[in-house]
């Protein structure tokens, strides 16, 4: 913004909120832009996060783009009036217009060749002063010049792309588009010129820091953009610079041409906001500005009140809409074109010890920066990295927003003529807040229900009704449900029912299965007053469980070999399984007395041993330490892991005898040495001074004396005890070859 500012202060990142006014203080413009600045940026942010990157009010939304017809020349497009916003910035078209005549882009030229199109919105942010519009001066304070504006520019513009075909779409990449939409890379640094070198560290250089001798805000502003270093954009050219110490503010209307001479509407308020021999001028006009074009630079000769004689000839009829003149200093006439000396650090001198420094990248035309400068202290407001560097700031303006309004296509037709066709409308539309009925589903779906097999005609009923929501928690909305499959009821009354919202806006409906449709479905929807349907529906699905349907793979079992349902299967083990008999552990021992589930035990209890009594007379052989034995769960203690951590298994040594009916374990004298002397140390450790330990026999090794067929059914099965778990004997479960396993846990005095 080219206006007359001490500085520009807002900066999002400070999360600022507001400015507050202090009585008795100086005011100043940049407080108050400040807070223009704070109050636009949380509009924006507040209508981006809502709306997102681009919409329109449904029944309010402009910038449908249609196929010029009738007065419109051949290629030119019609844009219809509304609202639409684009990165949060509200864009207005007040009346019907057309690609060629619309207000903020005039002179734009129809379509004209063939191929596909993006047809775009660009939005940025306009400043304009009483040059742009007479109407800012208030007349009755004699014509001032006071504040200034910022408008929303709005243009419509096309770009051919590379036409995929019928695959072309709003979504569809293309390489032009973003080219177009791609930021300026370019950055640029600033600093007030540092003190030469010297060994006295008490003498600082005369030419240090800002020399000026009032306070400046320098604009830095990219007069033509290219690549830097030079590159093709455009050919073979880098990127010209101009610069202004009073932000570009000094400006006079153009009022009218003889020659060399042109009539301006003032040469200047003072001295030092004049026009002046030896300076140069930028000749613009609504037209360039709105085309982002480069006004052209002109060397000011002579000075004679209101008449500016320049340097070159210049024809004002190529400024056709309001003529402006501008002033930029420089110490050579024109445009200065990027460089990075290879001394002073790269950076280039403008005056008084301000100096910036170009970084690669592409700089685009109106790139601009500002620099405050201050002679209280001869210094440059600009931001330092950690190293006490100036930073590389990308340009603060001016920034375009980008949004796709449509995709079109032209053909050539005969005679030359061209044939457009909209391929699709890429505006998105959203309705008032107040308008959104949505309907939602809470609950109820993919239920099963297990049907009668005696009775097939008996309705089941679900476990959960169904349940849908009605947006923004709308009172007495209706809802119909129907059955749409199978023969089922709802809320016991048949095969549809309404039902109306309660105070939450939610609506449930009971739904009962017929008993032989195995996969049954309801439909919900939200009707109207007159009972029509207006939102898309809610399905819900559930289905019968039966054995029947649900499928198996006999691949791991012979026995049922060629079923594949759960059903045929179980009907198939009916008529295999059969009682398999073994015989039973009917008591456990240590020490005479009887070893309890879930027990505390002493150490010099277990060292006694343990005997099982069983049902049969036992094979000695079957018998053995693997097939009867006791594991101790050693905790494992270590520097990462506490001493109640991870436990190990520790099988402890033994000797395994039968003597008739009972099979006795009795810890070998290494193992009663560890019981007596490394044990006690660990279990005192632990939470509570006790590890658990296990005693198991393998019934399915274990078999009767003389009836190898018989096996040992040690199953056991838990039942509570108090505080603990107890097990019930006899063992077994009727099915030969169960392992018994109990616990209990080891302890010390």
């Known amino acids: 913004m080219k206006g007359d500012f001490t500085r ?32 636009e940026y949380h509009a924006e942010t507040t209508a981006l996060d809502t709306l997102g990157p681009a919409g329109g009010p449904v029944g309010e939304a402009g910038f449908q783009i249609g196929i010029g017809a009738g007065a419109n020349p051949p290629g030119d497009l019609t844009i219809s009036p509304g609202r639409y916003y684009v990165d949060g910035m509200l864009c207005e078209n007040d009346a019907a217009t057309s690609l060629t005549v619309q207000p903020d882009l005039p002179g734009h030229t129809p379509i004209g060749g063939a191929g596909l199109y993006v047809v775009y919105l660009d939005v940025w942010q306009r400043h304009l002063s009483y040059l742009d519009d007479p109407s800012i001066r208030e007349v009755a304070l004699g014509g001032p010049d006071t504040a200034t504006r910022a408008k929303t520019v709005w243009q419509v513009k096309t770009l051919p792309v590379t036409d995929p075909g019928v695959s072309a779409s709003c979504g569809s990449t293309f390489a032009e588009w973003n080219g177009i939409v791609a930021p300026s890379s370019g950055r640029l640094r600033a600093r007030a010129r540092p003190p030469a070198a010297s060994t006295d560290p008490c003498i600082v250089a005369a030419s ?101 004689t320049i340097a070159g000839a210049v024809d004002r009829a190529q400024f056709p809409r309001n003529p402006r003149i501008r002033r930029w200093e420089s110490p050579t006439p024109g445009a200065v074109a990027v460089t990075r000396p290879g001394t002073n650090d790269g950076y280039l001198p403008l005056e008084a010890g301000v100096e910036i420094r170009f970084d690669d990248g592409i700089y685009k035309n109106g790139d601009y920066w500002l620099i405050p400068a201050r002679a209280v202290n001869g210094a440059i407001e ?38 457009g066709t909209v391929v699709e409308d890429c505006r998105r539309l959203f309705p008032a807040l107040t308008d959104v009925n949505g309907l939602f589903y809470l609950g109820g779906d993919g239920q099963q ?44 009354t048949g095969a549809s029912v309404e039902v109306v ?36 529906p809610i399905r819900f699905t559930a289905s019968l469980s039966r054995a029947d349907q649900v499928a198996y793979n006999p691949a791991a079992c012979a026995n049922l ?80 892991v ?8 520790q099988i402890l040594g033994a000797d395994v005898t039968v003597s008739g009916s009972s099979i006795k374990w009795t810890p070998i004298a290494s193992t009663q040495t560890w019981l007596k002397r490394q044990l006690p140390a660990i279990i005192g450790q632990q939470p509570g001074r006790r590890v658990l330990a296990h005693f198991t026999l393998r019934g399915s090794f274990i078999w009767a004396k003389d009836r190898p067929d018989l096996l040992l059914d040690g199953d056991v099965f838990g039942r509570p005890a108090g505080t603990r778990t107890d097990i019930r004997f006899h063992s077994g479960d009727r099915r030969r070859g169960g392992d018994l396993d109990m616990w209990f846990w080891l302890t010390i005095p």
Not at 257 to 268: E, I
Not at 384 to 406: C, E, F, K, M, W
Not at 642 to 649: D, L, Q, R, S
Request: charged share 20%; proline share 7%; net charge negative.
């Open 642 to 649: 506490p001493a109640a951590g991870n436990a190990i298994p």
């Open 382 to 419: 600009w931001p330092l990295d950690g190293t006490n560097q100036p930073v590389a700031l990308p340009p603060r303006g001016i920034v375009h927003h980008y949004s796709r309004l449509a995709l079109v296509r032209f053909t050539a037709g005969g005679g030359g003529a061209l044939a």
């Open 8 to 39: 520009d202060t807002f900066d999002p990142r400070k999360h600022y909120s507001g400015v507050r006014m202090q009585q008795g203080r100086v005011q100043l413009d940049a407080d108050w832009n400040e807070q223009v600045d704070i109050a």
């Open 208 to 308: 240090a820091g800002f020399r000026g001798l009032e306070n400046q805000l320098y604009r830095v502003e990219i007069h033509q953009g290219g690549t830097f270093p030079p590159g093709t954009f455009p050919p073979g050219s880098p990127p010209t610079f101009k610069w202004s110490r009073e932000n570009g503010s000094v400006a006079a209307e153009w009022l009218d041409q003889t020659s060399r001479v042109l009539k301006v509407s003032s040469s200047g308020r003072d001295s030092v906001l004049n026009f002046a021999p030896g300076q140069f001028i930028e000749l613009i006009d609504d037209r360039r500005d709105l085309a982002g074009e480069p006004g052209h630079l002109a060397w000011i000769d002579l000075v004679d009140g209101q008449f500016l």
């Open 561 to 640: 070999a060629g079923l594949v349902t759960v059903q045929a299967a179980l009907d198939r083990l009916c008529q295999l399984v059969a009682d398999e008999p073994g015989f039973r552990v009917r008591r456990i021992t240590a020490a005479n007395t009887d070893l309890a589930n879930d027990s505390d035990v002493s150490i010099a209890r277990l060292e006694t041993g343990i005997t099982a009594d069983c049902s049969e007379n036992v094979d000695p052989q079957s018998a053995s330490r693997p097939t009867c034995f006791v594991t101790v769960d050693v905790p494992e203690v270590s520097a990462t």
């Open 449 to 492: 229900a297990v049907p009668n097999p005696t009775n097939l005609a008996l309705l089941v009923p679900l476990s959960q009704p169904l349940r849908v929501g009605v947006a923004n928690g709308l009172q007495n909305a209706h809802l119909r449900f129907t059955v749409t499959r199978g023969g089922g009821s709802l809320q016991a």
């Open 501 to 536: 919202t309660d105070a939450n806006g939610i609506a449930a409906c009971a739904w009962e299965l017929d008993s032989t449709t195995l996969i049954q479905q309801v439909e919900a929807n939200l009707i109207d007053t007159a009972g029509k349907t207006v939102h898309l």
